[in-house]
């Protein structure tokens, strides 16, 4: 059995293999933090030659510790990592941090799968390889070979890339952003960002944790471990690989692949989770988040004394999901014996370049005095007139007054030497002060989506029962003749088995059947072409469409026939499907497949023949409630269609989610379904319904 993960955040004892003299090896370096940093516990150098380092009694190999040690730090050259290990095993070491590089992001992948599966037969746990190593404010603990003198605090920050890692802590620094920890996992060959997740979400000392991801390579159990944590506290990721070729990058410097970025933007906003697109942002939002009061409301107040700015900050707040007050009269009787005739009391609240510290001071109470507005943005232009001498205390004075209040404050100060060196000295103090716009409104929007977010969390999720034993057996027996594709009147009777309406139809094997097929149905008709060799019938010249009479059946029978021997000769055509023509209305798609990292997933959007070029989709990770069902449909830049457009009637949204519910439920319960896509699921007004054109499931290949 592995070892308690608080033993890597909190060991008793430790030893670093590969310790030195030399104050330009890592091994001196990591000694050094170690012994700097307050930890309590005690220190094992590990060199062959033995002697002493920095004081301490050296040993030549870990066996020759008598005392227990809980943690490793593992520096010395890839060679000898594996016998390094397998003493350490021996030794019953519990976490071993292998600072050491070369192995799976060279290529150099089967040394670093023996590492890691020694280490898993013998109970003890990696990290890395390819880390700096680890700082935990619990034990007083810099494990690290970074600059040091790191801040105590209450953000935890976890990173794949070793080197940002590094440059963070010194950054973290500058900030003045404390850490409860930092934990580099370079290769993931063992513990990843998920057991990590599982120990700082019930940290107490940790607020905020942010992550930097390349790749993931277990996204279901990532995932379930991000769900847990921000339902507890704010969780900011950084991921990399948003194009084709970051992707690619990602991979060669990790060797881990990088998932789709729309299903992993999806994911993460589906759970709560913050994105940012760069350090600068992510760490804005930890600082801020790390001490902002949770929010009564979101009924907003901007207060600046110039009108450009105050323009500025409007426009970040519509950005921003963030709502302003705008009772006029309300706001009239709050600020007019603060504003000159010339001002203006509409919020925006100019109270002019003439206005004093005094005045914002004022301006400030009298509006977050009041119950009913919930938190405050104060934007300050340098001018002649202002006393900027007492420009710090005052807003000091205010973030920290209304923090207790339960009443969120940014600041935004614009202007020359001594603005910025204000603003600097605030920081030192973590008043979240700005010197831009956007990223003070930002840091107060991510704030509203969070707790948005934990006031909308659905515990609930739609299911419904499936009869997975008829489901399955329909898969047996195409897997039985070798084929990982339903066929169209296969892919019919399945829905019919979780009762999703289909158009009638019928497979004709001659053209007297076709034509008996469409008149029992009823013109006008569509004919698609029934072969397990043919997939994608549209382009083999297989569909026709709107066929309106006997003659007009037996015309294209003998076309698409002819066209699929042109497009494929050899295959074997099993007839053609006489279905309804059913009437126009909005077409949409809803697909779910087995994603090999991020396991079910569920897809909603524009459907029809343009779905690859709109790509109006929006993806969701199963199960899903009702209202989250909802939600996704509502991100559709199509979602206005279904609203009724230009006359039009509402389209039926009951019946578009119940297909969404069963789509979800076929593909969690029948375990032989690797993907489902219905293209398309046509929607009607109110109380038709919607129907299932065209369906497609392939089946898993294990």
């Known amino acids: 059995m592995a070892a308690d993960i608080g033993y890597l955040f909190e060991p008793r004892s430790i030893a670093v293999i590969g310790a030195s003299q030399d104050p330009v090896k890592i091994g001196y370096r990591l000694v050094h933090n170690i012994l700097t940093s307050g930890y309590s516990g005690n220190v094992y150098p ?13 040993y030549r190999q870990i066996e020759d510790i008598e005392a227990q040690v809980d943690m490793v730090c593992t520096v010395i050259p890839a060679k000898h990592v594996l016998g390094s290990v397998e003493s350490c095993a021996r030794k019953g070491v519990k976490y071993n941090l292998i600072i050491s590089s070369g192995f799976s992001e ?3 992948v089967e040394e670093e799968k023996k ?15 390819n880390i700096f190593g680890l700082y935990s404010a619990e034990a007083s603990l810099d494990a690290t070979f970074g600059p040091g003198n790191i801040l105590p605090g209450n953000v935890a920050i976890v990173t794949q890339s070793g080197a940002l890692g590094l440059a963070m802590i010194g950054k973290t620094a500058v900030e003045n952003i404390g850490l409860s920890a930092i934990v580099s996992v370079g290769n993931k060959c063992d513990i990843d960002e998920t057991d ?3 120990y700082l979400t019930r940290q107490e000392r940790t607020k905020v944790i942010l992550m930097y991801i390349e790749g993931i390579k277990n996204g279901e159990k990532f995932i379930k471990a991000v769900k847990a944590a921000t339902t507890k ?8 690989g948003r194009s084709e070729r970051g992707a690619v990058a990602a991979a060669s410097h990790t060797g881990s692949l990088a998932g789709s970025d729309e299903i992993v933007d999806a994911l993460l906003t589906q759970h709560g989770v913050m994105r940012a697109e760069s350090i600068r942002d992510a760490f804005n939002w930890c600082k801020f988040l790390a001490q902002a009061p949770p929010p009564g409301n979101e009924k907003s107040i901007i207060i600046t004394n110039g009108g450009g700015v105050g323009v500025m900050a409007t426009d970040a707040c519509e950005q921003y999901g963030i709502g302003l007050y705008d009772d006029s009269a309300a706001l009239k009787q709050m600020f007019s014996e603060i504003i000159p005739d010339f001002g203006s009391a509409k919020n925006p609240i100019d109270i002019t370049g003439g206005a004093t510290s005094r005045d914002y001071d004022k301006a400030l109470g009298a509006a977050l005095d009041k119950r009913e507005i919930g938190a405050g943005m104060a934007l300050y232009c340098e001018t002649a007139v202002f006393d900027a001498e007492n420009l710090q205390n005052v807003l000091e004075k205010n973030f920290r007054r209304y923090a207790r209040q339960g009443k969120p404050v940014v600041f935004v100060t614009v202007g020359g030497e001594n603005v910025e060196e204000c ?3 605030l920081n030192k103090k973590s008043v979240p002060v700005f010197g831009d716009v956007y990223e003070a409104v930002a840091c107060l929007g991510k704030l509203f989506d969070y707790h948005r977010y934990l006031n909308s969390r659905a515990e609930t999720f739609e299911d419904i029962a499936i009869d997975s034993d008829a489901v399955d057996r329909i898969a047996f027996q195409a897997l039985q003749q070798n084929r990982y594709f339903l066929l169209a009147h296969e892919a019919r009777k399945v829905m019919d088995i979780i009762g999703i309406p289909v158009p009638a139809g019928h497979i004709a094997r001659t053209i007297e059947d076709a034509v008996t097929s469409a008149e029992k149905i009823g013109y006008p008709v569509v004919m698609k ?10 382009d083999a010249g297989g569909v026709a469409l709107d066929i309106c009479s006997k003659e007009e059946v037996m015309d294209a029978y003998q076309v698409i026939i002819r066209n699929c021997r042109v497009y494929k000769p050899d295959a074997i055509l099993d007839g053609i499907e006489i279905g309804e023509m059913l009437p126009k209305d909005v077409e949409t798609i809803v697909g779910a497949r087995r994603d090999p990292v991020f396991g079910p997933l569920i897809m909603f959007g524009l459907g029809g023949i343009y779905v690859e070029v709109m790509k109006d989709v929006v993806f969701r990770a199963l199960p899903l409630a009702r209202s989250q069902i909802m939600d996704m449909i509502k991100q559709t830049r199509s979602y206005p269609l279904l609203l009724g457009v230009r006359g039009e009637d509402r389209k039926d949204m009951e019946s578009l989610i119940n297909v969404i519910i069963k789509i979800g439920a076929l593909l969690r319960k029948c375990t032989a379904i690797a993907d489902i896509e219905i293209n398309p699921l046509m929607v009607y007004e109110q109380g038709l319904g919607a129907k299932a054109v065209d369906v497609r499931i392939l089946l898993s290949h294990t």
């Open 46 to 58: 590990v060199n062959p030659a033995g002697g002493e380092v920095q004081g301490l009694q050296a």
């Open 106 to 108: 060279t290529g150099n």
């Open 115 to 129: 590492i890691a599966g020694h280490a898993r037969r013998h109970g003890m746990r990696i990290v890395g390889p």
């Open 196 to 198: 990590l997740l599982e």
């Open 233 to 240: 506290k704010p969780v900011i990721v950084i991921k990399s």
């Open 423 to 425: 603003m600097a000295r």
């Open 529 to 538: 072409v029934v072969s397990k060799d043919i997939i994608h019938k549209s």
